[in-house]
């Protein structure tokens, strides 16, 4: 039961093959059975998720408008809040701590019917891409356990590959969703900024987080995306744009559509063996009909800096509030005020979080902010600017969505810059806005490779559409770890 | 040295909206600690600000108000500093776009009209209420608590430009404002309340020197009245400072209330690098015209309008002024005229004797049971003779004490003016019998005796007499 995707548990469960009771009872056995290997999760919610599958059969039987996900067991990045289940972004600063709301799309996922198995480990305030910056335990990649699952939302990729979760969502600030999705060999999609309601997402960079769901195949992430957009009158970045029905746009046809292969992101800096799968891929969407060209986009040189400059700037002042006057943690060691915010910050935050802080702090300083901050802002508009032209001649970038497979852990833990490169396909598209999906396209050395598809604002449907197609005429994703 | 005075002021007040500036938190004072919260005003991780539009409104009709362009686009910024009554240690404020510019308010000092300018107005969330034990400042302190009831209630920001030059000045202006304030409704300005908030920018240089001296920024000023002695008291310490040749020192200097003095701050503890940026989780505010217009309709006359009808309908300018100032007096003289009284005569009664009334006995004329119909009344009895002005006097009072209606307290009093003129007449004649010797002195062309005679007859009536009718009678009567 456990290996089959969402829209497939569907099936079973409307036609009462099975109960969602009895699915959701199976992906505990299945967690039981994996995730002491694994650590996937920080949280395991079995009492509450018993009674939503309980709810969830009752809704099945009674035909009282079961959606998609209704009776689907899901899991939940843990920076997405739950109230009154313990919500940490895996640091010690929230070890204990209980939100008093959901998050808006927790909302609506479980006003969807979906079954909530726990909360997945991340790196420290998603700021990471090995998932080792959890302040808890690192978590492992299923296809092998000696290396990362990719980050920030590498618990939620590793439990949806483990095949411990139907379906996870995660959160992409430069590529949380996708990195992760590719090393776990798994489908993983950043919407476009403002297409789902972050309320309830523990920020890190409000300008660039956004969440999406990392699943077993592309319909899978129809499903759940058409459950999770619209707009949020709680989030004033929500966009009033309409929501089709994303599933209606899985179609297998990719006759004329234009996919530019991104030159800057087949060079030197990539692995030969995902440069060949990517270039396979193209072929293989051109053997479909679609139109392949290559495109370049120069200012993706700069890209990297520019995110570390715009992204340490928001979250040293998003993670301003954690200073153990409200709730987290208050270091037990002080004299007075400023003795206790010292404390509580130097005990509660992690290195690689510390590090951002003091970066972002000196970027918005006083003397600093023109020469780093409204420089890296004005990159960002070039950068903006280079996928607009390229829009213009094609209706999709394609790239890898790595430069490489996933690493072995420590690989990249004493070097930030390097741990920092290996999101330089992902984070660019954040720094557009852009909707992007990574799905898994290749293997190397049994670890997947990814394909990163990217379009423009509100492209979505173009996107699944071809992202369908080549998954219905490829077999990666009916390959899954062995555990 | 003769030094010239320059003063610039920041005024905060909080808007009357229904709800808070980026939550549906009810916004109102006097509630039990942390009761008027939810996650986003406590900064709970995750939420996120909205934009409350009610506090645009009324922040857009007061920079219409005053003369300001309304940008097209203007945007919130973060303003970081760590407090403990800044639930995420950063205020949502706007830095370099406010939401309006470049306006200007008219002030009168001692009949010298003056345009002072209007650098912007801007929007911001207020922080919440600290209470210390054990010290009066958090530094210290055994513990402190907070309430976050207060934290993100709009608040207005109005800047001048440094277009003040003196003290006095610098009252009047915040008086003229909080006054304007009042009358578009956007706030009820109290500051003993802390509705109404003014921090003032003051330096000296020498008369005719066009470069400014440095400056001092006054806090902690907590009443209309402080505003002027806080500005003289820090006038005086950098006058004393400049003429021995020494230097004012940029800061932040608190304003002692009792010792009528200000100290300064130790640097350190106020230094600050607020790293403000814009705020990713808003969108710019992009009021649409028809809107700032449909604002703009909303605004309706205001002070110094008001003071001109005024004084279109014969009343004094100075009294205008004084009865526009206290907008339930204007709006009782209004209410008034309407029924048909005269406009001077109701202004010379409400600023006179009403309001020494209020003043005496601390109340406020909303709080007495004297409807402007009730003023109409008396001066109509006046007018037709009925009562004299002496006695209307002591009927006004009664009704201001006791609540009753005028024609009930003439009515029980027998305090009408006598109008029979031939009761009058004997009287008259009476007090010409008992007077011979100043009768005497008016025959011989004493005029000014007169004014006795009508005295006894006053007298003698308990003054129910018409003045005229008794002179004249009187006249009658001398033959
Ligand atoms: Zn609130």
């Known amino acids: 039961m456990h290996t089959k995707t969402a829209h497939e548990l569907h099936e079973l469960l409307v036609n009462k093959k099975i109960s969602s009771v009895e699915l959701t009872t199976a992906l505990y056995d299945r967690i039981a059975g994996t995730d002491d290997k694994i650590k996937g999760y920080v949280t395991l919610t079995r009492d509450e998720a018993l009674k939503q599958a309980q709810a969830a059969d009752e809704r099945l039987t009674t035909g009282a408008n079961p959606t998609p996900l209704t009776g689907i067991p899901i899991a939940i990045k843990d920076n997405f809040c739950t109230r009154g289940i313990k919500t940490t972004c895996s640091s010690k600063m929230l070890e204990n701590y209980l939100p008093p709301y959901d998050a808006t799309v927790v909302t609506k996922l479980k006003e969807a019917g979906a079954v909530i198995l726990g909360k997945t480990n991340m790196d420290e305030f998603a700021m990471g891409s090995s998932c080792e910056n959890s302040a808890f335990f690192p978590t492992r990649n299923p296809w092998n356990r000696e290396c990362v699952p990719g980050g920030s939302s590498g618990g939620s990729a590793a439990v949806v590959a483990a095949r411990s979760a139907v379906m996870a969502t995660g959160s992409d600030t430069g590529g ?308 | 040295m003769d030094y010239e005075t320059v003063i610039g002021l920041e005024v905060h007040a909080q808007l009357l909206t229904a709800s808070k500036m980026f939550c549906s938190c009810p916004n109102q004072f006097g509630d039990k600690p942390n009761t008027n919260i939810c996650p986003v005003c406590t900064g709970q991780p995750g939420v996120l600000p909205v934009t409350n539009k009610k506090a645009v409104e009324l922040a857009i009709k007061t920079a219409l108000a005053l003369n300001c362009t309304v940008e097209p686009s203007s945007v919130f910024a973060r303003k970081h500093y760590f407090y403990p009554d800044l639930p995420k240690n950063l205020q949502i404020s706007q830095y370099e776009l406010p939401l309006a510019t470049k306006g200007h308010l008219e002030i009168e000092v001692d009949g010298v009209k003056r345009k002072i300018g209007i650098t912007r107005v801007h929007l911001e969330e207020d922080a919440g209420k600290l209470v210390h034990q054990g010290a009066a400042r958090i530094m210290g302190a055994d513990s402190s608590l907070v309430d976050y009831n207060r934290t993100g209630t709009p608040l207005m920001e109005i800047v001048s430009e440094p277009d003040l030059r003196s003290p006095r000045e610098a009252a009047v202006y915040t008086e003229t404002l909080a006054n304007l304030l009042r009358y578009l409704a956007v706030t009820d300005a109290k500051m003993e309340e802390g509705s109404l908030r003014c921090d003032a920018n003051i330096s000296l240089r020498p008369k005719g020197e066009a470069k400014f001296g440095t400056k001092t920024e006054v806090k902690n000023i907590n009443s209309f009245r402080a505003i002027e002695k806080a500005l003289l008291a820090e006038e005086k310490r950098h006058e004393e400072v400049l003429s021995e040749g020494g230097k004012i020192t940029q800061e932040t200097r608190f304003f002692d209330d009792v010792t009528e003095t200000t100290t300064g701050m130790r640097g350190k503890e106020y230094a600050h690098d607020y790293r403000y940026f814009p705020e990713p989780d808003l969108v710019p505010v992009e009021p649409p015209r028809t809107w700032v217009a449909e604002i703009k309709a909303t605004i309706g006359e205001l002070p110094w309008q008001r003071k001109a009808r005024f004084v279109g309908l014969s009343v004094a300018g100075e009294a205008a002024q004084l009865l526009v100032n206290d907008k339930p007096l204007a709006d009782f003289l209004d209410a008034a005229v309407k029924l048909g009284a005269k406009a001077p005569t109701v202004a010379n009664w409400l600023i006179g004797d009403i309001t020494a009334y209020c003043k005496e006995n601390k109340k406020e004329l909303a709080g007495l049971n004297f409807p402007p119909a009730e003023l109409a009344e008396l001066l109509t009895l006046i007018e037709k003779g009925t009562l004299s002005n002496k006695i209307a006097k002591e009927v006004l009072f009664t009704a201001l004490q006791t609540g009753k209606p005028v024609k009930e307290i003439v009515a029980a009093s027998g305090m009408t003016q006598i109008s029979d003129e031939g009761e009058l007449l004997k009287i008259a004649q009476e007090v010409v019998k008992s007077n011979p010797k100043q009768v005497e002195q008016y025959k011989g062309g004493k005029e000014a005796v007169m004014m006795f005679l009508v005295g006894q007859m006053m007298k003698a009536t308990k003054g129910r007499a018409n003045p005229e009718a008794a002179t004249r009678l009187l006249k009658q009567a001398l033959g």
Not at chain 1, 218 to 232: K, Q
Not at chain 1, 261 to 281: D, F
Request: hydrophobic share 40%; proline share 5%.
């Open chain 1, 176 to 483: 949380s969703i996708r990195q992760p999705a590719a090393f776990c060999g798994v489908v993983g999609l950043k919407p476009t900024y403002g297409r789902v309601s972050r309320y309830g997402l523990v920020a890190f960079a409000s300008s660039l987080d956004q969440i999406g769901p990392l699943t077993k195949d592309v319909t899978d992430t129809a499903l759940m995306l058409n459950v999770i957009a619209g707009h949020d009158d709680r989030d004033a970045t929500s966009i009033e744009h309409p929501v089709p029905d994303y599933r209606s746009a899985l179609k297998n046809d990719v006759k004329k559509v234009r996919v530019g292969l991104i030159r800057e992101l087949l060079g030197s800096g990539i692995e030969p063996t995902v440069k060949a799968a990517v270039k396979g891929a193209a072929d293989q969407l051109a053997a479909l009909g679609a139109e392949i060209v290559e495109v370049s986009l120069p200012s993706f040189e700069h890209a990297i800096a520019t995110y570390y400059l715009i992204a340490p700037a928001e979250a040293s002042s998003n993670l301003a509030r954690y200073d153990g006057v409200k709730f987290g943690h208050r270091s037990q060691e002080h004299r007075d005020l400023i003795s206790m915010y010292y404390n509580t910050r130097r005990e509660g935050f992690g290195a690689e979080v510390k590090r951002r802080i003091m970066l972002g702090t000196y970027a918005l300083s006083a003397g600093y902010y023109d020469a780093f901050y409204l420089k890296a802002l004005k990159v960002r508009t070039l950068i903006k600017r280079d996928f607009d032209q390229a829009f213009e001649r094609c209706d999709l970038l394609a790239s890898p969505t790595t430069p490489t497979v996933a690493f072995k852990l420590g690989a990249k833990s004493a070097d930030p810059v390097a741990m920092y490169l290996s999101d330089i396909a992902t984070i660019p598209v954040n720094l557009a806005g852009l909707p992007a999906l990574s799905l898994p396209c290749g293997n190397s050395s049994g670890l997947p490779i990814g394909l990163q598809l990217i379009g423009p604002a509100f492209a979505e449907e173009l996107i699944l559409r071809v992202a369908y197609t080549y998954e219905q005429n490829t077999a990666w994703h009916q390959t899954s770890a062995v555990i």
